[in-house]
């Protein structure tokens, strides 16, 4: 039983998340094969300053191995004085998400 989570920065009205959940559901029964009353779609908003705490770093930087589509941005999710994603120690911390 699908359950999709979809994180996005705040500003997007009603009729758009509820026509991007529409979407998501009825590509997972047509892909996946499964009825309406098995799949469900929850949308987040995230804020821009949250967006690497919150969304790069644990659901981005450390399960890429589980990412089918990632993203074509990179941010730091270091703190200061942490080894980043590279191995580089961050001298701060870039807190911009997505636009």
């Given at each position: 039983?699908?359950?999709?989570?979809?994180?996005?920065?705040?500003?997007?009205?009603?009729?758009?998340?509820?026509?991007?959940?529409?979407?998501?559901?009825?590509?997972?029964?047509?892909?996946?094969n499964?009825?309406?009353?098995?799949?469900?779609?929850?949308?987040?908003?995230?804020?821009?300053r949250s967006?690497?705490?919150?969304?790069?770093?644990?659901?981005?930087?450390?399960?890429?191995?589980?990412?089918?589509?990632?993203?074509?941005?990179?941010?730091?999710?270091?703190?200061?004085?942490?080894?980043n994603?590279?191995?580089?120690?961050?001298?701060?911390?870039?807190?911009?998400?997505?636009?």
């Open positions: 039983m699908p359950h999709v989570i979809v994180k996005l920065s705040p500003g997007k009205s009603e009729e758009q998340k509820r026509r991007l959940a529409d979407a998501i559901s009825k590509d997972v029964m047509n892909i996946l499964y009825g309406e009353e098995s799949v469900s779609v929850a949308i987040e908003e995230v804020s821009s967006w690497a705490e919150k969304v790069y770093k644990p659901d981005i930087l450390d399960n890429s191995d589980k990412l089918y589509k990632k993203p074509g941005y990179t941010m730091y999710a270091a703190r200061p004085g942490e080894k994603h590279e191995g580089h120690e961050e001298q701060h911390q870039d807190d911009r998400g997505p636009e």
